[in-house]
């Protein structure tokens, strides 16, 4: 996940190329030296921008234009083609630009340019003077770059029970548990980012109570905190079994601390049980796999994953496993936890010097629900991520938002559905009126196998595949009442992204 290694392709942009070839729909992908670049027309101009996406460094030579901006195959992250700005999230950083010179027909381009004036956009009127934003993660984090980006120069603090400065949470049961991360790559950004930028961040700190009337915050620690505008992205938790009750070699993660806990506690470990067969339980079964452990993971149902992408690919994600040397203990649940060892309800026993839970979340709702706000199946915002009590916005894994496409209220847990409604709540808490109506998107990897899935399919009645799922060259629909809800891909980003663009142009996929 470190970024894009191969050396870029296409035509040598130092030698010119005809202006005929930059198409007038899509981007032209081509290298000056070692930089892969994308040229395109915008407004009747020729820009050029860096092909590497500033997320993972994904090849934008291969996603997708849609109007001025291009989309990344990869986590969809989308950039504005005039200026490099980083739209959408995943991404968050621009593209370099690069210095365009026509001369006749033909378009050269030989060196980096300055980058755009910053700000990119800014959003005018009337900003709050203090705006507050609870939770340190996707969503929090995600909000606060994006209202600094559109210049609002009020009193900014974000505070998060977290011990760390917001860092890159999926990455927790991929390339860093396994140990394939440097430390370097888990920062959404470094400290002096929060100095430069005037936000106060206060770790370590957990909102206690919220006063909706009052639009006050109280600390754990007794201070309260007024606010004009306040952000909650209080996030998920981890469910922990009850009964049985589970053994001090029991771990759920969520946090980087849980990370470094689970890390350290398989360094000294032979045998690890993943309990649930979850995309996170499967991810973490890979990385400690990868670490050396012997991993047997346990779950009710017949094929993980069954029910979220069906039996074909779920079944593929297993044999991916199961060729890794991870065992499965299907159609199983935990009997009892004894110190050592975990029992099944066919009285089978394995041994575990430590037991991982993957067995889903829980939103962390309860200081909403205290404070008096709707909490219906999460807490109810409407399409700009207002909540029911004024001046308060709510996004990310415990927003119960109206999904743009169907109207149904849904709640979604995925990274780049948080990071994008924190930008949108950003920008509406400043006073723009912008509609929150991405389509949802997430991925799930497994031995080097990347899972895309955008749309939004709770309930899906068939599933049609084309390709071979094998062959790693496939797309599943799921549809309801004929029509498509969702779609997996394995090998096919660009059919993704254009499903994913079409939803959110009213057509469909
Ligand atoms: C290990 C792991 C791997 C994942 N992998 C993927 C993936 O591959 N793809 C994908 O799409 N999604 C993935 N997800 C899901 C994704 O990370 C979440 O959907 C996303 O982080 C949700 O963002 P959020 O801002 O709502 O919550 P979070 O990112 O969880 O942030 C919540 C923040 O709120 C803070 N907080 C909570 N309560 C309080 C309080 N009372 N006071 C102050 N602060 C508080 C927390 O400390 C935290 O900082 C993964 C999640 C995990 C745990
Ligand atoms: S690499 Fe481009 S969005 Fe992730």
């Known amino acids: 996940m470190g970024g894009q290694a191969d050396t870029p392709t296409g035509p040598d942009f130092t030698q010119g190329v005809p202006l005929a070839d930059i198409p007038a729909e899509g981007v032209l992908a081509g290298h000056v030296g070692e930089d892969g670049v994308i040229l395109a027309r915008v407004g009747g101009e020729i820009t050029a921008l860096s092909s590497r996406c500033t997320h993972y460094g994904g090849p934008l030579g291969e996603g997708l234009r849609v109007g001025d901006t291009v989309r990344c195959p990869w986590h969809h992250a989308c950039f504005s083609l005039k200026t490099g700005e980083a739209l959408g999230a995943p991404a968050i950083d621009p593209l370099d630009r690069f210095k365009v010179e026509t001369r006749g027909d033909r378009v050269f381009v030989r060196r980096k340019d300055k980058p755009a004036d910053q700000p990119f956009r800014t959003v005018k009127g009337k900003h709050p003077k203090r705006m507050v934003i609870v939770g340190g993660g996707a969503a929090g984090f995600a909000a606060a770059e994006m209202a600094r980006r559109l210049g609002y120069k009020g009193e900014l603090t974000m505070i998060s029970a977290d011990a760390d400065a917001p860092y890159d949470r999926p990455n927790l049961s991929k390339d860093y548990l396994a140990g394939s991360a440097p430390e370097e790559w888990m920062p959404l950004r470094g400290e002096d980012f929060y100095r430069r930028n005037h936000i106060d961040l206060r770790l370590n700190t957990r909102v206690a109570s919220l006063d909706a009337a009052g639009r006050r915050v109280t600390l754990d620690n007794g201070k309260s905190i007024l606010f004009d505008a306040l952000l909650l992205a209080t996030g998920a938790e981890p469910i922990m079994l009850q009964a049985p009750q589970p053994t001090p070699n029991s771990f759920t993660l969520r946090s980087f601390a849980d990370c470094r806990a689970l890390i350290d506690k398989a360094k000294g470990s032979k045998k690890a049980v993943v309990v649930g067969a979850s995309f996170i339980g499967l991810e973490v079964a890979g990385a400690l796999r990868a670490r050396g452990l012997e991993v047997d993971v346990v779950a009710p149902e017949a094929v993980p994953m069954q029910k979220a992408l069906g039996p074909e690919l779920g079944g593929f994600v297993k044999s991916l496993h199961e060729a890794k040397g991870v065992r499965f203990h299907l159609g199983r649940s ?24 993957g067995i889903g979340v829980r939103p962390r709702v309860e200081l909403a629900r205290a404070a008096g706000l709707t909490v219906d199946g999460g807490v109810y915002v409407d399409d700009r991520l207002r909540t029911s009590a004024a001046g308060i916005w709510a996004a990310g894994d415990i927003a119960a938002f109206p999904d743009a496409r169907t ?70 629909r799921y549809l309801k009442d004929g029509q498509v809800q969702a779609i997996a891909t394995l090998g096919r980003d660009r059919r993704n992204l254009e499903c994913a663009a079409k939803w959110e142009n009213g057509g469909g996929c």
């Open 334 to 357: 935990v009997s009892g936890f004894h110190d050592g060892r975990v029992t099944l309800d066919d009285n089978s026993a394995l041994d575990a010097d430590m037991v991982i839970m």
């Open 407 to 476: 109207g149904e209220r849904i709640r979604i847990e995925h990274w780049v559905v948080a990071e994008r409604q924190g930008q949108v709540a950003a920008a509406n808490m400043l006073g723009a009126d912008v509609r929150y109506d991405a389509t949802p998107f997430f991925w799930s990897a497994h031995w080097g196998e990347e899972i895309r899935y955008s749309g939004h399919a709770s309930a899906w009645d068939k599933a049609e595949i084309d390709g071979s799922i094998e062959g790693r060259d496939a797309e599943v």
